[in-house]
């Protein structure tokens, strides 16, 4: 069966240090991915997405998402993470005509 | 939340109502969808429409009715067969399916 798996409910890290938040997934062909980010009680915001071509994309805010095609991953990254970074992260990955998210990831950024 | 309004935030409803969720988005997109978010489960896709007149169920579509007679517009109706229908609701929009979607700010709809 084709899913995305978000493999820690939360992750938390103090200011300025790197942050990691993990995806992986399992399609057949070649997958497009997305990370998405969410503030409470609000929509989602599109920060990057993997279609093809460079392993390491950069999207907004700082952050940046590495596709390894063995490891079936594809996991988000910040070299220095921010207080305001704190937030819901989804992942996502293309299935024919529509995309099905991960559970989602609390990342807690401390002073 | 880019060019997709949802309305109301928030909704309140006695049990055995319907209720009718507004999804406007002025982005010219083909594609729009209706989400529903639990706590601990992510999004799970109600129905998603890539054309005026057409629409498909996703993977929760029961209790739910979608139309699409203008490509702004979206709405979804929460029917009295939801059996759980107290939840955050998201609409969301693209130029084509497997390209990134712009969501709506959501309604949090509780029913009592």
């Known amino acids: 069966a084709q899913s995305v798996a978000q493999p820690e409910d939360q992750v938390n890290v103090a200011e300025g240090n790197p942050l990691t938040v993990k995806c992986t997934y399992s399609?057949?062909?070649?997958?497009?991915l997305f990370w998405y980010v969410q503030y409470p009680n609000r929509g989602l915001q599109f920060l990057l997405k993997y279609i093809t071509g460079d392993n390491l994309v950069k999207g907004s805010y700082g952050f940046e998402a590495e596709f390894n095609k063995s490891q079936t991953s594809f996991h988000l990254k910040k070299p220095s993470a921010l207080v305001s970074d704190s937030a819901l992260y989804f992942c996502a990955v293309v299935i024919p005509d529509k995309l099905i998210f991960g559970t989602g990831t609390r990342l807690q950024v401390f002073p | 939340d880019g060019g997709i309004t949802q309305s109301p935030k928030y909704l309140f409803r006695k049990e055995g109502q319907n209720v009718t969720l507004s999804c406007e988005q002025n982005l010219n997109h083909d594609a729009m969808y209706w989400y529903r978010q639990d706590p601990g489960q992510g999004l799970r896709l109600i129905y998603y429409?890539?054309?005026?007149?057409?629409?498909q169920k996703g993977d929760i579509a029961e209790g739910y009715s979608v139309s699409r007679e203008k490509k702004e517009s979206f709405p979804l109706t929460v029917t009295s067969a939801q059996k759980n229908p107290t939840a955050f609701y998201l609409c969301?929009?693209?130029?084509?399916?497997?390209?990134?979607?712009?969501f709506g700010p959501g309604t949090r709809l509780t029913v009592t």
């Open positions: 429409s890539q054309i005026v007149n057409d629409f």
């Open positions: 399609v057949s062909g070649n997958p497009y």
């Open positions: 969301a929009s693209s130029i084509w399916p497997e390209d990134e979607q712009y």
